[in-house]
């Protein structure tokens, strides 16, 4: 069974950073592409950053050049690092898993994680 957990969540104030992890059991991601979405109140859920099997990123406008996916084959993790946080980007964050990073990009994914809370206050 395929298992996705997000954490590293939270409240920070806007300008901070948080990172997010999601491990990954059941799957090898060495050959998966992998994303992350966000899902704000009262929002669609938006797609935000992915990663190929390569290594090869991918990001929504909104977050490039704050936000930085990157994955440890090793440690089966994806991460998400966000450096200059705005309110908003509140939302739950959640992790994903697909075969090819077009699939990601497009919300067509094989697995979900259960999601993260991030709260960015002003």
């Known amino acids: 069974q395929v298992q996705l957990v997000e954490s590293g969540g939270g409240l920070v104030q806007a300008g901070g950073s948080l990172r997010l992890s999601c491990v990954v059991s059941?799957?090898?991601?060495?050959?998966?592409?992998m994303g992350w979405f966000r899902h704000a109140l009262g929002k669609e859920r938006e797609f935000i950053a992915a990663?190929?099997?390569?290594?090869?990123?991918y990001y929504t406008e909104s977050v490039e050049g704050r936000f930085t996916i990157s994955r440890d084959n090793a440690e089966n993790t994806v991460y998400l690092q966000m450096n200059s946080l705005k309110s908003e980007d509140t939302a739950v964050y959640y992790c994903?898993?697909?075969?090819?990073?077009?699939?990601?990009?497009?919300?067509?994914?094989?697995?979900w994680g259960q999601g993260t809370q991030v709260t960015v206050s002003s």
């Open positions: 994903a898993a697909s075969t090819v990073v077009a699939r990601v990009i497009g919300a067509d994914t094989d697995y």
């Open positions: 059941g799957r090898t991601i060495s050959s998966s592409a």
């Open positions: 990663i190929s099997w390569d290594g090869s990123p």
